[in-house]
């Protein structure tokens, strides 16, 4: 059986949101894919691809044909003086992290421990502590929901942004990523200006090798964030919002000085900082809370669907827009419907 029908995906998404995949396939090899993606093609369902659904917001159906590829495997190679490394889709992001670090390899520490699977990390070019997925990524390879034809497409073709890329978009649902290709750096370059990176480097009492960066960023993911296994959320509900150099100034006047980034359309500011000045910390709404510790975090606080949680959402986006003149932007992907 290629698929099966009235699939639950409450196990399958790390909000534990309850929904219903009309039919769910799991394909672990790349003819499987294009088997699966080819007869869903003829029969004319949609297809939505799952991950280790720790970046979406599941209403309760998924019509159509969910595809959650579980391709594994991980290859080096050297080429020159480039270190390449491949990983199917269906490893665990945080597994391909570990493995680099054990085979001596830097460049992915600062992005140790975020969940999901390596097919999704090019999709909103996963990023954290200063480091995005764009700055080691060569290449992918995906078939396409078209014709269920193979692909591989370069940095470029991606379109990678600030959480962005061009599957968002213009290829929303357009490719199953099979398998994705980093290029490592040969010599380490650590990345340690994010202030909590270095804070914790120096209560460590260690030098920053790719090894401690991760450790590091381990120690502050585990204190800041909420573990999925207990209580369910999927990250940062919102993106940092980029805003102008004038925006910016206006800000800190009102909430005093606060980390800005340089981003290539302005300066990016913590929309942490502005949800809990609108005093959201700690909140809730029904069956969905904002993180006690993490304002940018919605919680499932224990039966919350799809709708719970966008209502929460709405409600902090309308309350920081009339506030403070930011409108924020949902960062997990929204599927399916409640009809
Ligand atoms: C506690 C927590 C902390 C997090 N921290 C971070 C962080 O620091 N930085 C960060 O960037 N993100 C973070 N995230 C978000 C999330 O972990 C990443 O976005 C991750 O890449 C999602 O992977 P996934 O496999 O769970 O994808 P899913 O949630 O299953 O899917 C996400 C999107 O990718 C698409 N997709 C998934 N797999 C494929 C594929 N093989 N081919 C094509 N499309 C696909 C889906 O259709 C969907 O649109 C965090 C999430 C949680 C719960």
């Avoid at 390899?105 to 990023?127: F, K, R, S």
């Avoid at 993106?239 to 800005?260: D, F, W």
Wanted: charged share 20%.
């Amino acid at each position: 059986m290629m698929w099966r029908a009235d699939v639950q995906l409450g196990a399958l998404n790390t909000l534990r949101l309850p929904s219903v995949a009309q039919f769910f396939a799991r394909p672990d090899s790349l003819t499987d894919v294009r088997e699966v993606v080819a007869a869903a093609v003829g029969k004319g369902l949609p297809i939505t691809i799952l991950g280790g659904g720790s970046n979406v917001v599941l209403h309760a159906r998924v019509p159509g044909c969910v595809v959650s590829p579980r391709i594994g495997g991980m290859q080096i190679r050297r080429i020159d003086d480039d270190v390449l490394i491949s990983a199917g889709a269906g490893v665990r992001w945080h597994d391909l992290v570990r493995y680099c670090l054990g085979q001596g390899l830097a460049g992915l520490e600062n992005l140790a421990l975020i969940p999901g699977l390596v097919g999704a990390a090019p999709i909103q070019n996963i990023g954290a502590y200063g480091v995005e997925l764009a700055e080691r990524f060569h290449s992918l390879t995906a078939v396409s929901c078209r014709d269920a034809a193979v692909v591989t497409m370069d940095a470029h073709e991606c379109g990678f942004g600030y959480r962005d890329s061009v599957f968002k978009h213009s290829l929303k649902d357009g490719y199953v990523i099979v398998s994705v290709t980093l290029r490592l750096p040969e010599t380490h370059d650590p990345r340690i200006e994010y202030p909590d990176v270095q804070r914790e480097l120096g209560a460590m009492g260690v030098r920053p090798s790719a090894v401690s960066i991760a450790e590091a960023v381990t120690r502050i993911r585990l204190r800041k964030l909420p573990d999925i296994r207990r209580v369910p959320n999927a990250g940062s509900f919102f993106k940092n919002p980029v805003v102008s150099v004038e925006a910016m100034e206006r800000l800190c006047g009102v909430l005093g000085s606060m980390p800005t980034y340089n981003d290539s359309n302005g300066i990016k500011i913590p929309a942490a900082r502005l949800i809990d000045a609108a005093g959201w910390k700690g909140k809730t709404l029904g069956a969905a809370g904002v993180w006690y510790r993490q304002p940018l975090v919605l919680i499932n606080r224990g039966d919350a669907c799809a709708t719970d949680i966008l209502r929460l959402a709405e409600t902090i986006r309308r309350d920081v827009s009339e506030r403070f003149g930011v409108d924020l932007e949902l960062e997990p992907a929204v599927v399916g419907t409640d009809e």
